[in-house]
T-cell receptor
């Protein structure tokens, strides 16, 4: 399958600052990017879906002004957590989706652990 | 709306034995995909197996096989000859086959599998 990378793998930031997480699809054209949030021992919660070149579609209850998603190319999407607070501390996972060999495929990044102090 | 239910929060199996993880789902769609993902302690999501709803034959991947009962909306995962490396959180997931905004995965709550040596 395709390789999806995330950077950074972990980040610590101070409350009130913003942090950007990059998601790169290294060998796959990701027409759609998915961003998930995962708390310990819980399932993945979809935050938003973005199609390349379009505005992201946010799931109910997710603040779009707090979690800014950019998907400017088929290989790069970014999630910016603005004015982060301790309750934003979580594990964030991106996933690249698109057609491969005529089939819709989805590949996950390794995740980014965010700690807000 | 589609839902996925995993009723076993935790399971345990002896090394070399067989274990079955349960998953049920609810949908009004006739065509869809079902998945089992493995999330080891590294938290990288790994696709274990995929089943297409229109295929009656149960999918198999080496030691992993599924029992897909479409009428019952059941999709269980059987792991044969369990190995220590199988210890992980396992998520069952559903995806519509109709594309577009419905390409998103719907996850169950997960089953934490422990493998005893």
């Amino acid at each position: 399958g395709a390789v999806v990378s995330q950077h950074p793998s972990w980040v610590i930031c101070k409350s009130g600052t913003s942090v950007k997480i990059e998601c790169r699809s290294l060998d796959f054209q990701a027409t759609t990017m998915f961003w998930y949030r995962q708390f310990p021992k819980q399932s993945l919660m979809l935050m938003a879906t973005s199609n390349e070149g379009s505005k992201a579609t946010y799931e109910q209850g997710v603040e779009k002004d707090k979690f800014l998603i950019n998907h400017a190319s088929l290989t790069l999407s970014t999630l910016t957590v603005t004015s982060a607070h301790p309750e934003d501390s979580s594990f964030y996972i991106c996933s690249a989706g698109g057609l491969a060999g005529g089939l819709w495929e989805q590949y996950f990044g390794p995740g980014t652990r965010l700690t807000v102090t | 709306a589609q839902t996925v239910t995993q009723s076993q929060p935790e399971m345990s199996v002896q090394e070399a034995e067989t274990v079955t993880l349960s998953c049920t789902y609810d949908t009004s769609e006739s065509d869809y995909y079902l998945f089992w993902y493995k999330q080891p302690p590294s938290r990288q999501m790994i696709l274990v197996i995929r089943q297409e709803a229109y295929k009656q034959q149960n999918a198999t991947e080496n030691r992993f096989s599924v029992n897909f009962q479409k009428a019952a909306k059941s999709f269980s995962l059987k792991i044969s000859d369990s190995q220590l490396g199988d210890a992980a959180m396992y998520f069952c997931a559903y995806r519509s086959a109709y594309g577009g905004a419905t390409n998103k995965l719907i996850f169950g709550t997960g089953t934490l599998l422990a493998v005893q040596p």
